[in-house]
Structures are given as C-alpha cells and as structure tokens.
C-alpha cells in the first residue's frame, strides 16, 4: 500500500521542533492526497495545523509503541532520524539502558555513572551467547567476535569510536577484559593480566583532562591482543597514532596536561622521586596553563601507585621507570626555564637558572650549550655559517619544540617497551584488534589535529560503509532474497580531496618545503586548485580559512599553525646536544634514522582507484607519516571482520542519564549511525521469522488460514491477501522481509482488529445492559399501573353488597379451590405410589436377577479357573519332579560310582586304622599299669609327708614362744615409730636414729638372722637350680605328651574324615558292617573296665531320645553335625561314630519295612551306648578325683617351701620390691603381707627373680588346683615363725626333693591325662548328640520321599578374604573396570562400597596394619582415577558418589564409636572394628565425596544449562497467551517438558544407585538455584522477556517444577526456597505498578530481590501491545527511594556458579554383612567369604 495511506486518525507523526529536535504529534482527521494542511495535537494537547511543502513532503510516521524500544534500531518498522533518537531515548532514560544495536553497530550511550553491569557474572552470562540473545552490551560485540574468530578462523577486529567523553577508552577497556577473562591461559605468565596492565600506563602518559572528558585519550590505539590455537591469550601488541603533543606545552581554560605530570607532582615527596626536585603542579608552567591541577574525585597519588604497579607487572624495572620519570621531570623543568628579552631581536638565558640547572642534570647535557642554543640558531650559508640570535618568541618556541619532541619520544619508547613485554612467546594463530580512535570532531576553532580526525574518519567511514552493504549482500542471498543495487553515500570524493595529488595534503607538504613557507600562501595555493571542487569551499567571510564537506558535517578549518604542525620541526643544534647527551635513554631518542626507515618506503593508495598522489622525496612531515600510519592501520582492518561500537555523549555536563537530543543526533550524523539506518530503509529493514509473524499476527487470519497446518504457508496467503503490493515484502528461507512501514501497517491493522472486537464486545455488552434495564422498568411500569388502575376500578364501581358478594365469592372459591386441588393431589399421589411401587419392584427383581445371574458366573468362573489352575499346577509339578527324579537318579548313579571305587580305599584305611586302635589300647592299657604303680607311690610318699607334718608342728611349736616375743617387740618399735610420724614427720633423720637404738638392743637377734639368711639364701639357691631342673623335666614330659597327642588327634582326624563321608553316603554303610562290627569288637574289649556306672547317663539319654523323637528340625540337625564332625578328632569318637552309623543303616534299611521297629532299636541302640559312655565317665571321674588329691598335697608341699624360700635377713632393704610383688597376688593375701611389709626389704635382687619364677608356677598351680588355696594361704601366714628353723629344715628339703619332682611329674602327666579324658567326655556328648540329630535327619529325609536336601548354609563373618597379591586384581574389578550401568538395577545399592569394607574388616580382623593401610590407599587412589577418567560421565559419578557414600558411612558405623553404634543391630555391633582407628581415612574419604560432588553437579549444571533459557522463559507454555516479538537470533525450542525429563533421568540414576534421600534431596537443591538465577540473570540481561504474559508464563513454568518436587516426594530439600527470586520476578512482571501502595507492596513482597534488580525489571518493563502501559520514571523514582534502606548486594546478576556446602549425613544401615552375597557376574572367585 501506498505510504500516504497510513496518515490516519490516531497515527501519530514527528515534527520538527527547535528545542527537542523532534516533537511527537498525532493526527486529528484523515489524510487525502492533494492536501497542504495536516490537522495534529501535540502531546500537551495544543492543536496544530502542519503545513505541507505542496501537499507532498509528510512528516515522517512514529512508529507503534509495541516496537519503541527495541533493541535494534534496524527492527524499528519507520527508519528515520526521529525514531533513532526517540527509541534511544525511551531506552535511555526511562529503561536506563546504555547500549543498543543499529544493525552491526553496537551505539553505547555514556552514564556518567558506575553501573553494576561489567561484573565477571555478567561477562559469564554473555559467554557463549549469540549476539541478540541478550540485551546489547560490549561484552556481546566481544563475544560475537571472539565467536567468529574461534569459528571462521579469522582475524577480528572492535572499532571504538566517539567524541571525546563519549567513553571510548572505558569501551575498548570492557572489550579487552572480556577477553582476558573468557580466554584465560591458566599459565603461570598471566599474559591477560599483562594486557590489561597496559591500560593504566597508555592512560596516565596519553590521557588528559578536556572540557569534555576527565580522562580524554589524546591519541588513538590499536591494539592486537594475540591468541594461540587454543584462543587463549598468548601476548600483545599496541599502535598508537596523532599523539596529541601541543598539550605538553599548552592546555586550553579548565583543561589539564597529561595525568602523569600531575601523579608524579603528587609523589614529590616520596623519597623514590626526591631526587627529582619536584614542586607542586600549580607551581610548574607546563601543568598550571589550565587553571585547574585537580580533578574532582580522583587520587593522584594513588593512580600514581597504580601506574608504578602496573610498571613492574609488565616487567619494566625500577631502573627503567627511574629514567621515565627523570624525562618527564626535565621536561616539567625545562617549561619553567625563564628567557629573557634582549632588544627586539635578542634572547638571554640566566646563567643560574635553577630550572635549567635542573634540566641540565637530569638529562646529563651541557648547560652553556643548552642555554646557548634554546636562544640562537645556526645558519649554514653557501659560503659561511651564521650563528644568528633569535627573539623571545622564537626562542620559547624552540624551548617548547623541544620539550613536545621529548615527550613524543619518551611516549613512543614506553610504547616499545609495553609491546616488548606483551610480546608472543609462541606463534600466534590470530587476533582481535580493538581500535579506541577518536571520532569525527568539529569544534568553533579547528586546526591540524582536527583535519587528521576528519580524514581518519573519513577513511573508517568508507570502510564502514562498504561492510555493511556487504553483509546486506549476504543476508539476501542466505534468505534467496533478489539483491538489487542500494544507492548509498560514497565519500572517495573527500578522500581525494585530502589525500590526492595536488590535494590537502600534498600541497601542505609541498609547502613545508620552502623555508619561507607560511599558512596564507598554503591557503593561497588551496583556494587556487581546490576551488572548484564541489567538496571544498572558501568561507565568505574569511580569508584564514577553508571548508571541507565532510560525511557527516561541514567544518571550517583555521589554517594558521598548520605548516609549524606539520613541519613538527626542532632545531638542529639542540638535536645534536640531546645526541651527545650521558642520559643514554636521551640520546637513543634523538638517534640518526637509517637511511632506509620502514616507512619512507610506503606506498599509500585509497580503497578505491583515484587521482595519483605526488611522488616526493624524504617526505618527513606529520602529514605524510599519519597517511602511512592510516593506510597500515586501513590495511589491517581491512583483512579482518570488523565490528563497530559508536560512543555517544548524552549532554555537555557529563550529569546522569540526562539526554540532549541536539548533542546526540549531532553525534548520530557523526558517527555513521544514520547512515545505517538509510542504507537498511532502503531495502527490507524489518525481518521477522514465520513463527514470530504467525504469533504476533494469528489474530488477523481467518478460520480457514489456520487451518491449513503448514506455518510458512499460512504467513505467505495472510501477507497476500492484507498486503496486495508484493514488492513490500519478500519470502526467504526462515524469515519475512519487510519494507520501511510495513510493520507499522501490519501493527495498525492489528489495532484496528482489536479496537473492531473490543467496540463489538462494548456494543453487545452494553446493549445487553440496556435491554435488561429497560425490561426491568417496563416490568416495574406495567405492574404500577396494575395498582392503579385496580384501584380506580375499585373506587369507582364497588359497593358495601357488592364488598359483600365478593368476599363471599372469594370464600366460596377458597374452598372450592381447595377441594379440588386435594383431589387432584390425592389422585396424583395415589398415581405416583402406585407407579413407584411398580417401579421399585421392576428394579429390585431386574437388580435381584442381575446378581442371581452374576453370582452364578462367579461361582462357575471359581470353580473353573480353580480346575485350570489345579491342572495347571499339577501338569507343571508332574514335569518339574520328573526333571527332578532324573536329574537326581543321574547324579546318585555317578555318586554311587564314585562312591564304590573309593570303598574300596577306605576298606585297606580302616584296616590299618584298626591296627593303629589295637595298639593305642595296649599303650592305654601300660599307662593304667603304670597309674597304679605311681598311686601306692602317693600312700608312701603320703605317710613320710605326715610323719614330716607331725615333726613340722612340733618345731613350729617351738617356735611360737620365741615369735611372740619377737612379735611384742616388733609391736613396741611400731609403736614408736607411729607415735613419731605422727608427731615429728620433718625430723626422719632423728626418727631413723631412735630406730637404729632400738635395733642394736636386738644386735644378737640380728646376728642370728643375718647367719641364717646367708644359710638360707645357700639353700635357695640350690632350691632353685633343682626347681629349674624339674620345670626342665616337666616341660619335656609335657611336649612329649602333646605330641603324641597330636599324633592321636591327626589319626582321629583322619577317621573322622572317613566318618564324615560315609555320612553324606548312607546307602553305601551295611557293605561296611561286617567291617564296623570287627572295630566295635575291639572297642567293647578296650572298655570293659567303665562299663559299671551307667545310671546317669541313662537319663540323660532318654531326655536327648525324647528330643530327638519330637523337635529337631532337619537343617539344624545337619548344620550341627557338620559344624561338630569338623572339630572332633579323638579315636574313641571314631568307633562310637561308626557304631552310630551301622545302627543308624540299620534304621536306614528297617525304616521303611516298619517305622517303630527302627525307632525302638535306634532307642536300645543309644542306651546301650549311653551306658557305656557313663561307665567310662565314672571310671574317669574316680581317677580324676585321685589325682586331685594327689595334686593337693603336692600343691601345699610346694608352697610351703616356696614361702620358706621367700624368708630371709635382708627382707627390710627390699620392700618396695616385694610390695610391688603383693600387689599381683590374690587380695586374700593382702592384710597378711602389709604385717611382714617391715621385714622383707633387704631381699636382693637376684632372689626376686628366682622368687618372681617361683611365684609364677605357683599361680600356675593354683589355677590347676582351686581347692589347695586355703591351706596355702594358712602357710603363708606362718612365714615369719619358720624363720629360725630354716636350717633344721634343709637336710630333710635335700631328701624330700627327689620325691617332690617325681610327684611333680607324675602330677603334670596325670593332669595332662585328666584334661584329656575331660575332653573325651565333652566330644562323646557331641557325638551322641550329632549321631541322634543324623538320625533325624535321616529319618526325615526318607519320608520326604527322598527329596534332595537343600545346602547347609553357613554362619559368616561378613568378612572377605584375599590375598595380598590379589588386592591390585580386587581394586581393579571393584573399581576401576566396574560399569555403572545395570550395576544398580542387578545389586543392591552400594554393593560395590560394602564389599569393600569387608574386605577391610578382614584386615582388621587380622591386626595387619600394613595390608589395611595399603588397601585403603589403593581404594582411595581408584576411585580418583575413575572420577579423573569420567569426569563428563554422569553414570560413573553419580554411582561412585552413593558408593563412595556408603562406603563412609560403613566406616562410620562400624567403626566402634558410640555415636555411630545408636541404631546397629546386635550382630553389626560385633562386626565392628577393633584394631585400628580409620578415622583419617575417614576424612579423606569425606574431601574425595565433596570434590566427585562438585564435579557431579558440574556435569548436571553443563547438561541442563542449555534448555533453562528455551525451557523456563522462552517457551509458551500457556496457550494463548503470546508474549513473542522479534527475538533476533534465537531458535531453540525446548520446553519446561524437557527440564523435567532431564531431571527424571538425574533423579532415577541417582535412586538406582542407591544414593541418600538427603543427598538426592541437596543435589535437586543445587540445579533448581541453578535454574532460578539463570533465569533471573537472563531476565535482567533481556528486556523482550520483561512484560506481563511473559510473568504468566514463568509461573506456570514453576508450578510445573513444583509439581515435579511433589512427585518426587523432595518437599524437604528447600528447593522450591531457591526459586523465590524467580518467582518475585514473576509477580512483580504481572503485579501494578502505577500507585504508592504498589511501591510499597513491591518493596516488602521482593525480598530476595537487590534493589538494583528490582529497579532493573521496572525500567526493563515492556509492554506487548497498545493496552499496557510502560512504568512511568516517577514510580520507578518511588521505588528506589523506599528501596534505599534496604540492605543489599549491588551486583546486578545472581551468582548462578555458587554452590550451597554439601553434607553427608550419618544413615546407619541394616543390611547385614554377614548374609550379603557375592555376585557370580563379578568375577570374584579369588576373594573367600568367611
């Protein structure tokens, strides 16, 4: 459609305004060719009639609010300069968003204010983002490029530009740590800190303070930052271009020098800069020029630290910044040297200039020569050379030329020296150049510096236009769009005009050349052959200057300073001073240049062909060395991809977020964004895919359009029928291109649609509201007149007959009514009973039948299935026990076959066995000859010891006379003694010497004493060599026995083995009878001397036969006699055995002839057995009970001597020996042993061991011997009376010794022999109990129909064990080549860990701490190995998490501690650890769970990252309601459905591997937070998703993740707590946002919400269609002044990589490790379950 059509009613237009550029006006009445007046109300409701230019030239449309703010100029649907400004307007002021696209170019529009959107979140956010995913940011143009190079392979390159202020060099600086942040190295260099560094050096040597900028770049930079083929930073480079140098000499009103003149004039008095003679910055010519020498808000001294710091960072030494500062203080120095005027032609220099002086030291020159020189010239004539004096002027002049080449140098230098330090290590693969050059520049007075801006620009311009007409080009044809030639503006003209032969700036420099050059005849020469140029203008005015029609804006240039500018000339004397300098870092600047310098030989040619520059030789000029520079620099930027950031500068005042539309649309014309726009309107600007398009637009399509299915289709029949004109719009391949206002025609539209339903839906709802009105009244109107005209009827025609006839008549038809009315009632209700009874009864029977007939199906159904089910059952018994009879038939076939061939061995075995019997009772049979031999040995030796008693007693009686005296002395010196300690226990000397008195009154009862314990001590130790000599004896006795033990126990053995087989083979016994009745023969014979007691064990029979007949179950029986036939070994269990196994064949084979017959014999057959046994027991009992006696005497001989040995003189000087020795004895000897405390201390060390040895096989009797305590406890107490009596005794201890060691050794075989047959007793129990329970077991293996009996289980340990060779093999099937996979599904959980931990229970067990610590290292080590192997396997870490888990806990429940033990069963509490603490291992184990967690939940986190953003915001899970606008280029199509299948996987690996609800329950926690702040944060990054549908949209979504925890039974892990700041954004996207109380609402609901997200959300807030409304700033205002209290962080972006501290708590497990089975599919076989 025609263009003219859209100027409607209600559309609105933009006007020219003189104040706001552009004034906003909407149209009263219709537009109609051929009119000159537009009828328009401005928005403060003033009308206006807007004329038109010959009804021709409208005013450009305003485009529909859906698309004001957009974040891409080029999607806007009317491209022109007053859209451009009001849409970054809208965005920012009232959205408070700085940056937005046009097409390629990133316009970034200057805050002057620190915002909270360059943090390392947000630069996280936009990695790996495509460009238009997220709001516009330089860190998306740096992503796209760092993208792009990654991808193509191709070098990159951001172009910052803008005016100064505009924040360039902020922009560039944003990019670079973009890049050094997502590209880190992870080398220890830290190359990116290095680039960064570089930043605050440039800065404080090139950046100054101007009128519009606190920190403006004088200079323009390029920098390559070099990458690797990893893209990883790796080093580098930096170009600088136009040093600003006049500002060293001159800075303009309120305007500053470089910053590091004033940092270094701050640090004056830091003793590094001393020596430097430095003086305040008002104090110094070159710093004070501007008026100002502070800057409002910033540290010199501090930036200063900074610089240092970055200095040594970069590897510069001190030495070096040392001469950089001596540079920049000579020149500070220099500035203040005063010349003074001499004549009008003369010059003079102070010969003690202080400055010069200064100067002169610093840079280690000639002060005469200098102050010579600065004030004279040297001319050099054909003939001679005139050193010619110069004036004040030109002298200062010189002065000053001097110090700009200076500077130049030095600032060159540090540029050399950053890029030195930056340089690549390695081979760099490609790079990203980011250029902060100045933009285009126009200003009241413009000079040189201005024209070589304006030519820079002029050339990044051309190279601009020409990208962006060629990614047009590429568009179309990826779309298939016809391409048709766009005329756009090509400024080669201008280019020309500067660069050409006899252009610009060839005549400049040919100029320079004469030496009486000047700025008129240059200017001359200009006008004369640029004057009918139609780029180039002479002003009307002026004859100073020159126009130039540049791209963006006409400029007059001043051209006085032009030649000096170029010329940039030094006189050749001071050169040669500063050459001959000692300052060497001075004399390399001012170095002689080769003859063949690089750029003397650069040839510069424009982008397009033109007119030839000049040819001239040594061309040295400023001029000509920045058009090699440009040309280098255009080169460059030509060889890679370009992107494109334009800096704006909001207004003059630098004031916040305050927008002059003057200054920026200034700017826009500027910077190339315009043209942008025009080159776009020219085309198809507005694209918008099928989906977008079908979305937006579905409500202008009719029934029979949507239902045609195919999308595309549908979008192509739509478009047809609303716009006819197809040259308004092409298909291609994804999207739809528009024209200029076609969008805007589509919007209205839309309007017109929606505005027709809405009108439709007033109409009819009102029109419904005054019907019903109407009936309402016309109802109240027709009964008001039924009142009144009744009541008239009334009045007028009723009498008092007539009152009367009528209430008689309404009487009379009362009760005639009435009457019948109950008719008819009765009638109907007679009707109604009898219809129901009918009814009632036809369902009840109906109901009756039904279940009749049901009730019979079911019966048959019972019965029938009952019958299948039996046949069933009975077929598949029938198969399964002739499998079964076969199978069994088979293998007791191979048995009985075996069976046979090793009867035939064992029949040879038995017979020698028998022999071996035979001899064992003759040897028994010796051994009782021999008993009775040694028992009338015991009467003798009995008698003798009785007749020696009798004698003892009377010598003890004797002796009692003289104990009580000794006693009652004794008691006398205690006496003392106490009363003395008690009285006097500092005075112990005195206290002993009273004792010493006292004991010389004794002094011949002591030398008595001292004669008898030498005699004593003789005989002690002859005592104890004999003692020794019959330990000696006894001990070989006793091995001697033990091993004929043994020798007994391996042939018992060895039967026992046989006894057992014939067990397992009870078919095969009665071929053995005849050869068990020979062995039982045998055994009757050996026995016949313990066949008389028997009645005990006669009873005792019985009760085992009752048991037997009634409560023994079969698998005990067989477990009991497995478990005992391993431990017995003793002959005459063997023979018992066999006897029990003939009879038990004997019932084998009677049993199924006649039940009670074999009970009967097998009940004979065991009593007669048991009388044999209590014979036996008897017998034993009798000999054991002498031997007792005999063990009695002996044991009271033997301690009688022992206490007599135990007496001698010296006992007082050894009492804390022997008190050490009575605390190991009984506490029955306590009391005795403190009374003889004071006479045994001089007991001598050798006699305490023979004492010590002798008391050690006393106690060892005394364990042997309980009853023979108490007469050696009455012994002991008579100690001290046999003193005396020790002599006498001697001669009959000589005699009786031989005797005592007989007896002894008598005694220990006698016990050895006694223990023996004890044992024999307790074995025989066990096997009349085993034989019964086989029995049993046999009796009901036969009636059970010879059914196989099932495997005896055994009782395990719940231990593993293996080998020490076999751990590697045991860690690597368990761990390392363990799969995850079906492991949980065919284990139970944690089977893996359990079985780990018995194997460490076994090393335990085993007390080897070597194997237990090696074990757990190598467990340790494998688990790092599989998780360091598997690190992207969520498999393998989520099931070495829970067995790692449980293995942890394993160690903590059994590891003895009672905190762990509360819930253990009995059983797990003997399973318990009890060797070693592993509670080190413990907290290895617990770090190693942490860190697979972390890296569990990074792999979850990578998986579900890329559906959050499609899944959560970006799907439309409500249908319906449509929040879709032009999403650029995202393409994703995941849904909410997605993130929940993926979390069902999470959770079910998880539950199959057995990990903990808890743990399972902080897992989902850690991905729903996950899930939360990426959504928050792309929320806060996307203004598209701010509206109020998308809020619907969001809620819905959480409802379905809250639905899902629900599901899951995980209300408990506080995940739903992690979405609540997704849920406030939710509400505060749908809550109203217009009055004080939702400022007040939104300020107590959005708790978790920073104020700075929340007052981002409001400023991002966008409506979706003409019936919402924006936030207005003033309610945004509100918020933030409620929002001010509030505490808060101030980052804008949640931190979404934070991880909540995981715990694993203590779960006591309940499965047993006892009954824990090993897995065949394992490979286990060399690890054994105990």
């Known amino acids: 459609m025609a263009l003219s059509e859209l100027y409607t009613k209600y559309n609105r237009v933009w006007i020219p305004d003189a104040e706001h550029v552009w004034q906003s006006a909407e149209i009263l009445t219709d537009f109609k060719p051929g009119e000159t007046v537009l009828e328009l109300q401005l928005e403060d409701g003033t009308e206006l009639q807007y004329p038109l230019e010959g009804g021709e030239k409208l005013p450009p449309l305003r485009n529909p609010d859906i698309l004001v703010g957009e974040n891409d100029l080029t999607a806007l649907s009317y491209l022109h300069e007053p859209a451009v400004l009001h849409n970054l307007k809208v965005r920012f002021v009232e959205s408070k968003i700085i940056y937005t696209y046009c097409g390629i170019i990133l316009v970034a529009v200057n805050p002057y204010k620190t915002l909270p959107i360059y943090g390392d979140a947000v630069i996280h956010a936009y990695s790996g983002q495509n460009m238009g995913d997220l709001d516009p940011h330089i860190f998306a143009v740096a992503e796209e490029a ?59 040597i090139g950046n100054a303070k101007t009128t519009r900028n606190d920190n403006s770049s004088r200079f323009g930079k390029y920098t390559e930052i070099s990458f690797d083929k990893r893209y990883q930073i790796i080093g580098a ?159 200062i002049n010189a002065r000053d030329a001097l110090a700009k080449h200076i500077y130049a140098h030095l600032f060159d230098w540090v540029i050399h020296k950053i890029n030195q330090a930056l340089m690549i290590p390695g081979k760099q693969h490609s790079f990203i150049g980011v250029l902060d050059i100045y933009g285009f520049e126009t200003f009241d007075v413009n000079s040189f510096e201005q024209f070589c801006i304006n030519y820079a620009n002029e050339k990044l311009q051309q190279q601009f236009n020409l990208h962006v007409f060629k990614l047009e080009q590429e568009e179309y044809m990826k779309e298939d769009i016809p391409w048709t030639l766009i ?289 309402h009244m016309r109802q109240a109107a027709i009964t008001i007149q039924q009142y009144v005209r009744g009541k008239k009827q ?81 077929t598949m018994r029938r198969l399964v026990i002739n499998v079964q009879l076969s199978y069994r038939v088979q293998q007791l076939r191979k048995k009985i076959e075996e069976q046979n061939k090793e009867n035939l061995g064992l029949m040879e075995k038995l017979t020698s066995l028998s022999n071996a019997r035979a001899q064992g009772l003759e040897k028994i049979q010796a051994l009782e000859a ?155 014979e050996a026995d016949k001397t313990v066949r008389a007691q028997n009645l005990q064990a006669r009873a005792k029979m019985s ?113 804390s020996e022997l008190n050490r020795h009575k605390q190991e004895l009984e506490t029955q000897l306590q009391e005795q042993s403190s009374e003889m405390s004071a006479k045994i201390k001089e007991l001598s060390n050798e006699l305490q061991l023979a004492v010590e040895e002798q008391q050690s096989q006393r106690r060892h009797l005394e364990e042997e011997i309980t009853e023979s305590e108490r007469r050696r406890e009455e012994m002991e107490r008579q100690v001290a009376d046999l003193q005396e009596e020790n002599q006498q005794l001697q001669k009959a201890q000589l005699s009786e010794s031989e005797a005592k060691n007989k007896l002894r050794q008598d005694t220990s075989r006698l016990t050895a022999e006694n223990m023996d047959f004890e044992e024999q007793l307790d074995m025989k129990d066990r096997l009349i109990k085993r034989l019964q329970d086989q029995i049993k077991a046999l009796q009901t293996h036969a009636t059970a129909n010879q059914k196989a009996a099932p495997a005896v289980p055994k009782e395990y340990l719940g231990m593993l064990e293996y080998k020490k060779e076999d751990e590697g093999r045991l860690i690597r099937t368990l761990i390392l080549e363990l799969k995850p996979r079906g492991v949980g599904v065919l284990m139970i959980p944690g089977l893996a860990a359990h079985l780990l931990f018995m194997c460490v229970r076994h090393g335990d067990y085993l007390n080897d701490g070597n194997k237990l610590k090696s074990l757990m290292n190598g467990i340790i080590s494998a688990i790092k190995e599989v998780i360091t192997n598997h690190q992207e396997s969520f498999e393998v870490l989520s099931f070495w998490l829970s067995n790692t888990y449980h293995f942890l806990n394993c160690l903590k429940q059994y590891s003895g501690d009672e905190e762990f033990m509360k819930h253990n069963t009995p059983r797990q509490n003997k399973n318990c650890l009890r060797n070693f603490d592993l509670s080190e291992h413990r907290q290895i184990l617990s770090d190693l769970a942490i860190n697979i967690y972390h890296q569990f939940i990074s792999v979850m986190e990578d998986a579900l990252f890329p559906m959050i953003i499609p899944g959560m915001l970006e799907h439309e899970s409500l249908q319906g309601i449509s929040s879709m606008k032009p999403t650029g280029f995202r393409k994703r199509s995941n849904s909410v459905t997605d993130i929940l299948q993926k979390l069902d996987a999470f959770h079910t690996s998880m539950v199959q591997h057995g990990m903990e609800p808890q743990l399972q329950g902080q897992v989902i926690r850690q991905l729903f937070f996950l899930i939360g702040a990426t959504s928050v944060n792309s929320i806060l990054l996307r203004k598209d998703l701010c509206s109020c549908r998308k809020g619907m949209q969001i809620r819905c979504n959480i409802s379905y993740l809250e639905e899902w925890l629900r599901e899951k039974d995980l209300q408990s892990s506080c995940a739903m707590e992690t979405l609540g700041s997704l849920s406030q954004v939710a509400w505060l996207l749908q809550v109203s946002k217009t009055t004080d109380e939702d400022a007040a609402e939104i300020k107590q609901r959005c708790s978790e919400l920073s104020p700075v997200q929340i007052v981002k959300i409001l400023n991002s807030y966008t409506p979706i269609d003409d019936f919402e409304k924006r936030v207005t700033p003033s309610f945004v205002r509100k918020v933030q002044a409620l929002l001010q209290e509030r505490e808060g962080s101030s980052q804008l972006m949640m931190d979404s990589q934070y991880r909540f501290q995981v715990t694993f708590p203590f779960c006591s497990s309940a499965q047993a490790l006892e009954l824990l089975q090993v897995p065949s599919n394992l490979r286990l076989g060399f690890v054994t379950r105990i």
């Not at 104990?963 to 006496?975: F, I, M, S």
């Not at 042939?1051 to 078919?1067: D, G, P, S």
């Open 146 to 204: 760092y993208k792009q190079m990654a991808r193509n392979n191709k070098n990159q390159s951001i172009i910052v530009s803008g005016e100064s202020g505009a924040g360039k060099t902020v922009s560039a600086r944003f990019a670079m740590r973009y890049f050094a942040v997502v590209s880190k190295s992870g080398s220890k260099t830290r190359v990116e800190d290095k680039v960064l560094a570089s930043n605050p050096i440039t800065e404080a």
């Open 237 to 395: 480079n930096m170009r600088t271009y136009l040093l600003e140098k006049s500002r060293v000499v001159f800075q303009s009103e309120n305007e500053r020098n470089y910053h590091i003149f004033y940092q270094m004039c701050a640090c004056a008095n830091q003793p590094e800069f001393k020596g430097l003679r430095l003086l305040a910055a008002e104090k110094f010519n070159y710093t004070r020029l501007g008026g100002e020498t502070e800057i409002e808000g910033v540290d010199d001294r501090a930036d200063m630290a900074e610089t240092r710091r970055t200095f040594s960072l970069l590897g510069l030494k001190d030495s070096f910044q040392a001469d950089v500062f001596k540079v920049l203080a000579a020149i500070l120095h220099l500035g203040n040297v005063v010349i003074k005027e001499n004549g009008s032609e003369k010059s003079s220099i102070g010969s003690r200039d202080p400055h010069l002086a200064i100067f002169c030291e610093l840079m280690g020159v000639n002060m005469d020569n200098m102050s010579r020189w600065l004030c004279h010239r040297r001319i050099v004539l054909s003939s001679e050379t005139v050193v010619k004096p110069q004036p004040k002027e030109r002298a």
């Open 487 to 775: 005329d756009f503006y090509d400024n080669q003209p201008v280019i020309d005009l500067i660069e050409a032969r006899m252009g610009i700036l060839d005549l400049l420099d040919e100029e320079c050349l004469f030496l009486q050059g000047t700025d008129k005849n240059w200017l001359q020469k200009l006008y004369n052959f640029l004057g009918s140029k139609p780029l180039f203008e002479k002003p009307r005015m002026s004859n100073d200057s020159f126009v130039i029609q540049h791209f963006a804006d006409k400029v007059e240039y001043q051209c006085k300073g032009f030649l000096e500018k170029n010329r940039d000339t030094l006189y050749e004397e001071l050169v040669e001073i500063m050459r001959t300098s000692q300052n060497a870092l001075l004399a390399d600047f001012f170095k002689e240049e080769e003859p063949n310098s690089s750029h003397k030989n650069i040839k510069v040619t424009p982008a397009h062909p033109r007119v030839k520059a000049s040819n001239k030789q040594l061309r040295t000029t400023v001029g000509d060395k920045f058009r090699s520079s440009l040309y280098l620099l255009m080169e460059t930027l030509n060889a890679t991809t370009p992107h494109y950031v334009r800096c704006i500068k909001p207004n003059e005042e630098k004031l916040p977020f305050e927008y002059d539309s003057k200054r920026v649309v200034q700017q826009l014309r500027a910077c190339g964004v315009l043209e942008t726009i025009r080159i776009s309107a020219q085309s198809y600007p507005s694209r918008w895919t099928y989906i977008e398009f079908f979305s937006r637009y579905s409500i202008l399509m009719s029934q029979t359009e949507l239902k045609l299915g195919e999308k595309k289709q549908t979008c192509k029949t739509v478009l047809q029928r609303l716009i006819p004109d197809s040259n308004q719009y092409k298909f291609g391949r994804s999207k739809i291109f528009f024209r200029a206002g076609q969008v805007a025609y589509l919007e209205k539209l839309r309007l017109d649609h929606l505005r027709a339903a809405c009108v439709t839906i007033q109409k009819h709802v009102r029109g419904w509201r005054q019907r019903h009105r109407f009936l």
């Open 794 to 874: 009334i009045r007028r025609c009723i009498t008092a007959l007539a009152l009367k006839q009528a209430w008689a008549a309404v009487i009379i038809q009362r009760h005639c009514r009435g009457y019948l009315v109950r008719r008819i009632y009765h009638l109907v209700l007679r009707a109604a009973v009898i219809i129901q009874a009918y009814t009632r009864g036809w369902t009840a029977r109906k109901r009756y039948r039904k279940m009749v007939a049901e009730h019979k199906a079911l019966v048959l159904q019972k019965y029938a299935r009952a019958w299948l089910v039996r046949r069933r059952f009975q």
């Open 930 to 1084: 021999e008993l009775g031999k040694l028992t009338n040995e015991m009467a003798a030796l009995e008698a003798s010891a009785r007749t020696k008693s009798e004698e003892a007693d009377q010598t003890i009686a004797l002796l009692q006379s003289d104990r009580e005296k000794l006693t009652e002395a004794n008691k006398a010196l205690e006496q003392t003694l106490k009363e003395t300690t008690l009285q006097m226990q500092d005075q112990f000397e005195d206290v002993k010497r009273k004792l010493m008195e006292d004991l010389e009154r004794e002094e011949r009862f002591r030398k008595v004493a001292e004669h008898n314990s030498e005699l004593q001590k003789e005989d002690s130790d002859k005592e104890i060599v004999v003692l020794k000599e019959e330990s000696r004896r006894l001990r070989e006795e006793r091995i001697r026995l033990q091993t004929q033990v043994e020798e007994d126990q391996k042939i018992n053995a060895e039967l026992q083995e046989q006894v057992l087989q014939l067990t397992k083979h009870v078919k095969v016994i009665p071929d053995l009878r005849k050869e068990i009745n020979s062995l039982q023969m045998q055994r009757a």
């Open 1103 to 1215: 009760l085992i036969t009752r048991q037997l007949l009634g409560e023994a179950k079969e698998e005990i029986l067989i477990q009991r006699l497995n478990e005992e036939a391993l431990d017995k070994g003793d002959g005459a269990d063997l023979l018992a055995a066999f006897d029990a196994m003939e009879k038990a064949a004997k019932v084998m084979e009677t049993q199924q002839r006649e039940q009670k017959d074999t009970y009967k014999s097998q009940l004979e057959a065991l009593v007669f057995k048991n009388e044999h046994l209590n014979k036996e027991n008897e017998q034993l009992q009798a000999l054991f009970q002498e031997k007792s006696n005999v063990n009695q005497s002996i044991g009271q001989e033997v301690a009688r001597l022992s206490a007599e040995n135990m007496v001698i003189p010296e006992l007082k000087q050894q009492v």
